[in-house]
């Protein structure tokens, strides 16, 4: 087990399964060019790999605190998704950015508040040095599936 998988285990964060295939799509969930990574845009998936609720819009069916544990879980299915990827999770030696997308009631402005949620969890699992990375957090009139957050990356590896 690696170094960041042992303190995911420490966390009690389990890795996600694949989320299921959907039909038509043209996109790998990861990308690697060199040693730069891009992080197609995740949702939060439940531990078999299907989408977790509450779905719908923070501010209305959502609640801040809802929202920033659906960008928690979005993070662990990108992390999933690294895994998978690269084999091991030490390869990352940095998270460049992270860009989270929210979908807002009107007039909702607190996405820095629910992308936190992802934000903790890249620090808590890589620590300061490799998980410190740029971040947008931006509202959006609709996610795809009725998710409510929504994540997608940028990363360096060895």
């Known amino acids: 087990m690696s170094g960041v998988e042992a303190r995911l285990a420490a966390l009690g964060v389990a890795l996600p399964e694949a989320e299921a295939p959907s039909a038509g799509r043209l996109f790998p969930w990861v990308v690697v060019r ?17 989408l977790s ?9 959502v609640s801040v605190e809802e929202g ?30 992270v860009l989270g997308m929210v979908h807002v009631a009107p007039g909702f402005t607190r996405t820095p508040e629910v992308i936190d949620g992802a934000s903790r969890l890249i620090l808590d699992a890589f620590g300061p040095q490799i998980g410190a990375h740029a971040r947008s957090a931006v509202g959006m009139a609709a996610l795809p599936s009725g998710m ?4 997608e990356a940028e990363l360096l590896v060895a």
């Not at 609720?53 to 069916?61: I, L, M």
């Not at 992390?79 to 998270?95: E, M, N, Y």
């Not at 409510?148 to 994540?151: D, N, Q, T």
Request: one cysteine or more; glycine letters at 18%.
């Open 34 to 50: 060199g040693e730069r990574v891009f992080v197609s845009g995740h949702g939060p998936l439940e531990a078999e790999g299907r």
């Open 53 to 61: 609720g509450p779905f719908g819009r923070v501010g209305a069916e």
């Open 68 to 97: 920033r544990e659906l960008a928690r879980l979005a993070g662990v299915s990108i992390l999933g998704s690294l895994k998978r990827a690269l084999g091991d999770l030490d390869r990352v030696t940095g998270w460049c950015r």
């Open 148 to 151: 409510a957050v929504e994540i």
